[in-house]
């Protein structure tokens, strides 16, 4: 079954301890993204990976890193989280063709509270 | 830059109206469209998307959406809204990979 996970999907932790969600997709998709879900503000992008060892900021990325080493796997690392970050948190995974236009599919989402 | 309006944050629907919500783009290019809905404690799931063609496009659950060019425009409707339907609906644009959500519309339905 075509999919991409997240893991884990519920985190509270305490600021200024590092920590790393993960998303793995099976689909060997090029494009992979990471967004932040908050009431009123609608999904805002992290970060975004056009394949491995390719990435770029997206909207929102202060705080937050990524690395992509393998095509499959694209972790979002908070290395001193903040209450700011507590939020709903999606990976994304797309293909890519001449239009570029494929559609996104998305993780389950990791609720992360920051106390 | 690119960006989505979705001017109504929240929208009371009796069951079998109809529906429309509305969504308005800025982007440079050809728009890349999709709708987006969300039910409670849920993740995403596409609802339609437009890319080219046909400015009418179907989508699942009964769902349409029309592009509309001069009016930036990609409102999503339904003909016959059922309890189910009550859910965050978002708009997005963009090219693959760089998705721009619009700041989403609660729909409630009323039996």
């Known amino acids: 079954e075509a999919q991409v996970t997240q893991n884990p999907r519920y985190l509270i932790t305490v600021t200024g301890k590092k920590l790393t969600v993960t998303c793995s997709q099976n689909?060997?998709?090029?494009?992979m993204s990471w967004y932040r879900q908050d009431p009123g503000l609608g999904l805002r992008q992290i970060y975004y990976s056009m394949n491995v060892e390719v990435t770029d900021k997206g909207d929102v990325p202060e705080g937050y890193k990524v690395s992509r080493k393998e095509k499959r796997n694209f972790p979002l690392i908070l290395e001193s989280p903040s209450p700011n970050q507590t939020s709903l948190y999606f990976c994304?995974?797309?293909?890519?063709?001449?239009?570029?236009?494929?559609?996104?599919?998305f993780g389950p989402g990791t609720r992360l509270t920051v106390t | 830059a690119q960006s989505v309006t979705q001017p109504d944050i929240h929208i009371t629907v009796s069951e079998g109206a109809s529906l429309e919500l509305r969504c308005n783009y800025s982007y440079g290019a050809t728009p890349y469209l999709f709708w987006y809905v969300q039910s409670p404690g849920q993740g995403l799931q596409l609802l339609l998307k437009y890319f080219s063609g046909d400015t009418l496009v179907q989508g699942i659950k009964g769902f349409e959406a029309e592009f509309k060019r001069s009016q930036s425009s990609f409102n999503l409707r339904k003909p016959s809204v059922h309890w189910s339907d009550a859910a965050e609906y978002f708009c997005?644009?963009?090219?693959?990979?760089?998705?721009?959500f619009g700041t989403g519309t609660r729909l409630q339905v009323t039996l």
């Open positions: 997005a644009v963009g090219p693959t990979g760089k998705l721009t």
């Open positions: 689909m060997n998709h090029e494009y």
């Open positions: 994304a995974s797309s293909g890519t063709g001449s239009s570029l236009s494929y559609e996104q599919y």
